[in-house]
């Protein structure tokens, strides 16, 4: 076996980042120069990796990674900078995640080698049937008291401090404090979803989206006659949410799950002005978060290591590797042949995910066998040269419940955080409130809005021919997800790679392809993450349309007619991804932000 080429996590004594990839006064020397030469392409110059010696976080707002940066440097562990970061995000990005949502981390401990992952998700309430969106549109749904799961990051963000910190508590809130008092200013990308929603209303006396009067007022110019979203750039205050800081501060997650703020959820839910929902103070009083065994797979020789059940994340994106280490991908990431194979992987996975994927409490599902070498080699043997048309799902060996393949459904939002610290130890977490602002509910005196997870459920609980579906709706359950927190390993088991995105059920494909970049491809962070996407969820083959100054520029139109000739349908459009991603390499971390969101690396 060839010796590992990279190190353990550096220690501070081994650094020597010069010697490897550019760093960040290399890449900002270069660009001057540039800038001062060709004044054009200085313009389309894309996004470059940054290198940091000992520490860094990548997430999808600029506050949120100064506030991991700012306590990795005061001598904060990964899960420190995590809670710091994730009460900023719920402040500066509240369309994507926040203390009134749920989330996955994988959790590398640096010291002991462990790898482990925490399931924050949303629950069902305990009074939830399976017909609970039976005859409910996904919109209606969506906008209603029923979508609301029971939040699980104030529990994780808890938990992780308790199992994983080093820092007090107390000053993990420093940041999300000062800015939800001294205000910052909106972001055009929160500004745009405002308004995007807004769009949507028949009018702004009668609406659906922004119906409760706490957030309206909050994002929009708040008035019958005047509605429009603010304006980017508004400086916002929210002292609600600093009021609710301070309680979690003070009280921990108590705070949050018992008590008036409890008791303001449940009622927010219970008085829906569209559909009210059914969370009661018992259900946020009994929420718990689960630790559960990571789902592992081997690729090329890498340990690629996620979140199993209730997400589908590290078993498609497991079986999707899995099949693709049978074929040689070539040397162009938009090569036909690469893009051919890692469609044709993502419909065999898409078509086992779809019928087996739930939450293990609940239902037996064939982890194991998923992932087992001889069905993944099977699975590979159904590849040829043409698009194999929709796939269908395989039987892995292992047990499984009787269950029926559940209807394609709507899924996006979210936020991907990655974080290594000085010690080694790794997060990888992907924090959500489902759709974009969940599920339009700010609660009073909370100043966080609401989830909508629960319409990750399948809104149909059987078949026609009665067979229930695995992700039905079932009380205290977790619906199913797809969002794949990611930490990778060596031939040698050190850390290697740390990665995810938002993205809804993309996000299996986004993560995916971040970890071919890296190891077929031999790409930086950034590079992986400025490639345009491609995949296959089953359907079309969706290309990514090239994004001046955010992705790699290509022939879009002649990669489109390559794969129809091969039988693919193909649609080309946008593939939002926020990727974030952090590399170790012999002498330091290399990080790579997703420019396609707001996307910021930090560290040192
Ligand atoms: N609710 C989705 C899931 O858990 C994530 C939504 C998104 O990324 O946009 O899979």
Redesign the pocket.
């Known amino acids: 076996m060839p010796a590992p080429s990279r190190s353990r996590h550096p220690s501070a004594a081994s650094v020597r980042w010069w010697d490897r990839r550019p760093g960040r006064l290399a890449v900002v020397v270069l660009a001057l120069l540039t800038a001062m030469a060709t004044p054009a392409l200085a313009q389309d110059a894309l996004p470059q990796a940054v290198t940091t010696e000992r520490e860094m976080v990548v997430t999808a707002n600029p506050l949120a990674t100064a506030a991991g940066e700012k306590v990795l440097r005061t001598g904060g562990t990964a899960a420190d900078a995590y809670v710091a970061v994730q009460a900023v995000l719920g402040l500066v990005e509240p369309q994507s995640s926040g203390l009134g949502g749920g989330a996955f981390m994988v959790w590398h401990d640096g010291t002991s080698g462990e790898t482990t992952t925490y399931d924050a998700r949303e629950k069902a309430p305990m009074s939830a049937t399976e017909d609970r969106f039976a005859g409910l549109g996904f919109v209606q749904a969506w906008q209603s008291g029923l979508s609301a799961g029971v939040p699980g990051t104030p529990m994780l963000m808890e938990e992780v401090h308790e199992a994983h910190g080093r820092l007090p508590w107390q000053r993990l809130f420093t940041d999300g404090l000062r800015l939800a008092q001294g205000g910052f200013e909106l972001t055009q990308r929160t500004s745009d979803q405002v308004a995007g929603l807004l769009a949507n209303n028949t009018s702004c006396s009668d609406r659906l989206y922004f119906r409760d009067p706490v957030a309206f007022d909050y994002f929009t110019n708040g008035s019958e006659t005047d509605c429009a979203a603010k304006p980017a750039g508004t400086t916002m205050r929210n002292k609600d949410y600093a009021d609710t800081l301070k309680l979690l501060r003070n009280d921990g997650a108590d705070g949050f799950y018992t008590g008036h703020l409890a008791e303001s959820i449940a009622e927010a839910v219970q008085t829906d002005p569209n559909i009210p929902g059914d969370m009661t103070t018992a259900d946020l009083a009994a929420y718990d978060v689960v630790e559960r065994e990571p789902v592992c797979e081997d690729y090329r020789g890498h340990e690629v290591c996620g979140m199993g059940p209730p997400?589908s994340g590290a078993l498609a994106v497991g079986q999707i590797l899995g099949i693709l280490e049978h074929f040689d991908l070539g040397d162009d990431p938009l090569g036909v042949e690469a893009v051919h194979l890692f469609s044709q992987a993502g419909r065999l996975a898409f078509a086992d995910r779809n019928l087996y994927v739930a939450d293990t409490d609940f239902v037996t599902v064939p982890v194991e066998g998923m992932l087992d070498e001889a069905y993944l080699a099977s699975r590979a043997a159904l590849i040829t040269d043409m698009d194999m048309g929709t796939a269908l799902p395989g039987t892995p060996p292992g047990e499984f419940d009787p269950t029926a393949p559940q209807p394609a459904s709507t899924?996006?939002?979210?936020s991907h955080v990655s974080i290594v610290d000085r010690w080694g130890n790794a997060v990888s977490v992907?924090t959500?409130i489902?759709?974009s602002f969940g599920n339009g509910v700010m609660v009073p005196d909370g100043g966080f809005l609401l989830n909508n997870?629960l319409t990750?459920f399948s809104f149909a609980a059987t078949a026609a021919d009665g067979t229930p579906i695995a992700n039905r709706v079932e009380p205290e359950k977790r619906?199913?997800?797809?969002?794949s927190p990611t930490i990778m390993f060596d031939e040698s088991g050190e850390l290697e790679l740390v990665t995810g995105s938002?993205?809804?059920?993309r996000?299996i494909g986004y993560t995916a392809q971040s970890i071919i970049n890296v190891v077929d491809f031999g790409l930086d962070p950034q590079e992986a993450i400025n490639v345009p996407h491609h995949q296959n969820r089953n359907g079309s083959t969706e290309l990514e349309a090239p994004i001046p100054g955010v992705t790699w520029d290509y022939d879009v139109d002649a990669l489109r007619a390559a794969l129809q000739a091969r039988g693919h349908n193909v649609t080309v459009g946008s593939l939002e991804s926020g990727l974030s991603l952090v590399e170790v390499v012999d002498d330091g971390l290399v990080g790579g932000a997703d420019h396609r969101r707001d996307g910021a690396v930090g560290g040192r």
């Open positions: 997400s899924e996006n939002g979210t992907t959500t489902e759709s997870e990750d619906p199913r997800s797809s969002m938002p993205g809804g059920s996000i």
